[in-house]
Structures are given as C-alpha cells and as structure tokens.
C-alpha cells in the first residue's frame, strides 16, 4: 500500500530542498529497510524530471565488522570507492529509518 506521506514528502526534497533539474545525477543513500518506501518514491519522481538516480542501501553493521579487521588497502579502497560515488553526484539524499520513531533526512544539491 502507497503512503501519501512518502510521496508528499519526496515532492518536497526532490522538488523544493534540492531542486533537481534534469539531467542532474542523485546520489540516495539508504540505511533502513523503512526508508525504502520514501527512496522508492524519490526515484519515481526524479525520473520524471529527467534526472539519474542512483542508491547504496548501507548497513553500518556490516560496515563496522568489515573495517575492524581491515588492513590499510582495504580501508584505502572502500575509501576511495565511497569518495567516487559522492564525486559522481549533483545531489545527494540521506536516508535513515529505523523500526524506532527516529527518522532522518540528510540532501544536499550542488556539493
């Protein structure tokens, strides 16, 4: 089932916080199997305009396991893989949702 709040809020971000012009590649980046929904919409919308979406859906978890036992090359590679994907974008959002009520939004245009 669509959740108009998903949809009224994904209006708001793409189209009045960081103003998404066509051809303008958005970098989403998801933690939380709950912002999948408001991501989803996003991307619809984006598409509309004419932009190029693209996500990560990241677990910290997963992350923080893989880095505590990384060597330097390890570290310098995922480093520069997540510096390439920031470097392609015009635009970034953040999502973070949890089961918990807290839910966070971070986007930016034009880093």
């Known amino acids: 089932m669509i959740d108009e709040r998903n949809i009224k809020l994904a209006k708001n971000i793409v189209e009045y916080s960081i103003k998404l012009k066509k051809d303008e590649k958005l970098f989403i980046n998801i933690e939380g199997e709950e912002g999948l929904p408001l991501a989803h919409e996003i991307i619809k919308l984006a598409y ?16 923080r396991e893989m880095l505590i036992n990384a060597t330097e090359d390890q570290v310098k590679m995922w480093r520069e893989h997540e510096l390439l ?8 959002i953040g999502i973070s949702a ?8 971070l986007f930016f245009n034009n880093f």
């Open 48 to 63: 509309e305009i004419g932009a190029k979406p693209y996500y990560e859906i990241m677990s910290y978890k997963l992350l």
């Open 85 to 92: 994907k920031m470097k392609e974008a015009d635009c970034y």
């Open 98 to 105: 949890h089961i918990t009520p807290q839910v966070g939004i």
